[in-house]
């Protein structure tokens, strides 16, 4: 479970900095189905792009903790979720988008439970070893 947490935090924060990036440097035409963006459409994608990049290299900072906090796991994952869920008000209020759009939903709305079920997996493992070597230590 807590290699499963750190591989899935290190592809989410990769992930997120790679297409916060390409949504930096190519604006609007980083978003499927999206054409023809007036200025302000293109600015408000680049820098919700940097936010998006700012938000993985946050995955990456937490995973990269021995054990990984699970207050900041459930934080992002939290963040995550809402995200997800504010796609699902977007669909209530403008209707269906781009396929590739519903997509993303479905893995927001999917993966930040997991996460979540994940947060102290690395946490709960570090406690376990800490309790074998002091078993073992005590049998010395």
């Keep these: 479970m807590a290699r499963a947490l750190r591989v899935l935090g290190w592809v989410m ?3 997120c900095v790679a297409i916060g990036l390409e949504h930096v440097l190519i604006g609007a035409a980083a ?9 302000t459409t293109d600015s408000f994608g680049r820098f919700m792009g940097a936010i998006f990049a700012g938000y993985g290299a946050a995955w990456i900072w937490t995973v990269r903790q021995s054990p990984v906090p699970a207050w900041a796991v459930r934080w992002l994952a939290g963040v995550f979720l809402l995200g997800g ?3 699902v008000l977007s669909v209530a209020v403008k ?3 781009d396929g ?3 997509a993303l939903m479905v893995i927001e709305l999917a993966l930040g439970p997991v996460y979540l ?3 102290d997996a690395d ?3 570090d406690a376990d070893a800490d309790a074998d070597r002091r078993a073992a230590a005590a049998t010395r």
């Design 95 to 97: 209707g269906w988008p």
């Design 100 to 102: 590739f759009q519903v």
């Design 85 to 87: 869920l504010a796609r």
């Design 123 to 125: 946490a709960d493992a």
């Design 117 to 119: 079920w994940l947060a």
């Design 31 to 39: 978003v499927p189905g999206e054409s023809g963006a007036d200025a």
């Design 13 to 15: 924060g990769v992930a």
